[in-house]
């Protein structure tokens, strides 16, 4: 069995610290990986410190992961060696059920098998991208363009296909105007996106200083939610509304700017659930909605996009060693906007 090397948290209260386990062999249907970059989601620092709850130890986190094919099983035929090959949130499912059938295997009935903190079929735990390699079944596996920063493909696979989604399912474009609230990991790949569609975008942040990143990265417009004037300006001017941000926040703030028959999505999860009031939805027939990353196959439709526009994630590259720093940095909102872990540092 493969020796791998990776960095794992042993219970929630430790830090990440270097493991070396093994993989399994590649069987016919699987890709072996040597990762190159893996990207920092701030659902590793919940899933490693068990704030959702369930959480396995010891843990490699890790879902945003970007490496070269370097070995397939006899009955692969969408992959070869020296790829470069992608994994995402996933690594299987139940493949039978109406979600899974319909290529919504996000959405699985009976639950995804997430790529780390999650349970094979055998009942095996699995083990993120924190490492140096990985092995999974060429259905859950993605192609990677050689056109783009390969460092900035990472994030894709979970900020990019996160924001992504909705606003392909809501048929966002020319025409619409959107409000991103937040200018994080999230929240930069919402406004790449929405600008790329055609949208007239508007950022919203409580921090001043992001106005002109904000504007760099494709906005059209910016607001500072602390200031109540402008905020009462904008009521009732959005079509769409993606809320990005995890931290505990007011969701009716971000209603009443929805207009006639407006959305708001969520893909942000904070720590505690969110009174709505009735009123800011009943008033404009006004919705709010969740969405959870992508399937296999709009995943690689957002890959290809990306690489047909040229878009990729703002990241800091770091090495594995520098990952609890990381961690600390991006719970003070440190960092442009995705931490990606260099993983030649950890051979």
Known sequence: MPAVNGYAV?????????????????GALDVQIDIMYCGVCHSDIHQARNEWGGSIYPMVPGHEIIGRVTKVGAEVTAFKIGELAGVGCFVDSCRTCASCLANEEQYCDTGMVGTYNGREKDGSPTYGGYSTQIVVDEKYVLHVSEKLQIEGVAPLLCAGITTYSPLRHWNIGKGHKVAIVGLGGLGHMGVKFAASFGADVTVLSTSKTKEQDALNLG?????????????????GKFDFILSTISAQHDYNQYLNLLSLNGTMVVVGVPPQPSAVQAFSL??????????????????????DYCAAH??????????????????????KGDVRYRFVIDIASLR
Do not use: C, W
């Open 10 to 26: 042993q219970d929630p209260a430790s830090p990440l610290a270097p493991f070396n386990f093994e993989r399994r062999e590649p």
């Open 282 to 303: 009943i008033g404009k027939r006004r919705s709010i909605a969740g969405s959870l990353i992508g399937g296999i196959k709009e995943t690689q439709e957002m890959l």
């Open 310 to 331: 040229n878009i990729v994630s703002d990241v800091e590259v770091i090495k594995a060693a520098d990952i609890n720093k990381a961690y600390e940095r991006m719970l």
């Open 219 to 235: 906005a059209h417009h910016f607001a500072v939610t602390t200031d109540a004037a402008k905020m009462k300006s904008l009521a």
